[in-house]
């Protein structure tokens, strides 16, 4: 982007979607730090524990149950 502004060049087709592609995965790799993860992992930690719960009482009263 410098380099547009400061020295008037511009990117080819294949490296502006190179530049792209760069762009989107540095966001996908940091995604894993932000909210989104830590919602995730409350999601996993709540379901994991009324898991347990209701898979015991579904299992109980489940008619394949013997």
């Given at each position: 982007?410098?380099?547009?502004?400061?020295l008037?060049?511009t990117?080819?087709?294949?490296?502006?979607?190179?530049?792209?592609?760069?762009?989107?995965?540095?966001?996908?790799i940091?995604?894993?730090?932000?909210?989104?993860?830590?919602?995730?992992?409350?999601?996993y930690?709540?379901?994991?524990k009324?898991?347990?719960?209701?898979?015991?009482?579904?299992?109980?009263?489940?008619?394949?149950a013997?």
């Amino acid at each position: 982007m410098f380099a547009y502004i400061f020295l008037d060049e511009t990117l080819t087709e294949r490296q502006f979607l190179a530049f792209v592609i760069l762009i989107i995965g540095a966001l996908m790799i940091s995604v894993k730090h932000t909210r989104f993860y830590y919602l995730r992992e409350v999601w996993y930690n709540v379901r994991s524990k009324f898991g347990y719960i209701l898979g015991g009482w579904h299992a109980s009263t489940s008619r394949l149950a013997v």
